[in-house]
């Protein structure tokens, strides 16, 4: 019983409840591990384009997110294994920037997951989980929905391929999230998700990464399933490709969400 993916009170848009409300439910649910996995500081110069600007960490606090999850490892050690990590943006554009803020803060860390949140498009970043005026950005931005798709998956791939140096996570994130809001946009073709999804796991396997089994998209009303979703689950495993669970939860009301649907 593991959950590798877990904000905290350190999240700007997340809630306030404690990490210690978070490990103590956890131990309660019967997991063995669990890791914290905040949003990374963005890379120095990237411009978050959230309005209230608040999708990561501020870089000054987060010695002090380390420092306060290593207290919690201390002190619940005969209870429960806990992982500190972060959640790091792949910003195309800003890879050496990832880098180095990755060398700074790697030899801290115990585990760690690579996510796509930003699309750029030109010299423009929309967030593209923001809210469902993000996807019409984008489609007014490139042209069409299939576009948007397109685009989504070669960012993934690129941070698949991406050499952030040694620190660099094993795990990419929710790697579906483009379909946060497709209940929306009926026109959302399944087939080519599915299709460039293969491209992603492909490269997963060759890479030697796994993927974050999220479940955070079964509590979102225009999504209502995993990422990835079943049938791109199963071809994963055809392909020996590691699945860690994670809740992705940012309250502690979130821990285990989604796992009723998870495929084994």
């Known amino acids: 019983m593991r959950d590798g993916h877990i904000h905290t009170p350190f999240c700007p848009h997340g809630s306030k409840d404690t990490l210690k409300q978070y490990v103590e439910r956890a131990i309660e649910l019967g997991l063995e591990t669990i890791s914290f996995t905040e949003h990374a500081p963005l890379p120095k110069?990237?411009?978050d384009p959230v309005p209230e600007q608040d999708s990561a960490l501020p870089y000054d606090q987060w010695k002090e997110y380390i420092h306060a999850i290593k207290k919690y490892q201390q002190a619940y050690q005969k209870d429960i294994r806990i992982l500190v990590g972060f959640e790091v943006d792949y910003i195309e554009g800003f890879e050496?920037?990832?880098t180095e803020l990755l060398n700074e803060i790697g030899p801290f860390l115990d585990d760690s997951i690579l996510s796509v949140h930003f699309l750029r498009v030109q010299d423009k970043y929309t967030c593209?989980?923001?809210?469902?005026?993000?996807?019409?950005?984008?489609?007014?931005q490139t042209g069409s929905l299939e576009q948007v798709i397109d685009l989504y998956f070669d960012t993934v791939l690129r941070s698949i391929t991406a050499d952030l140096g040694p620190y660099k996570p094993k795990r990419i994130g929710h790697m579906t999230l483009i379909r946060k809001f497709h209940r929306l946009y009926p026109n959302m073709s399944m087939e080519q998700v599915f299709q460039r999804s293969l491209d992603v796991l492909d490269a997963v396997k060759e890479e030697q990464l796994?993927?974050?089994?999220?479940?955070?998209?079964?509590?979102?009303?225009?999504?209502?399933?995993?990422?990835?979703p079943p049938a791109i689950v199963k071809e994963a495993k055809k392909r020996g490709i590691p699945l860690v669970y994670g809740s992705d939860a940012h309250a502690v009301k979130g821990l285990l969400q989604g796992k009723e649907q998870l495929i084994f």
């Open 45 to 47: 110069g990237f411009t």
């Open 96 to 98: 050496q920037e990832t």
């Open 128 to 140: 593209v989980d923001y809210q469902p005026e993000s996807v019409k950005t984008l489609i007014e």
């Open 210 to 228: 796994e993927l974050d089994y999220n479940g955070a998209g079964t509590k979102k009303p225009h999504c209502q399933e995993t990422y990835p």
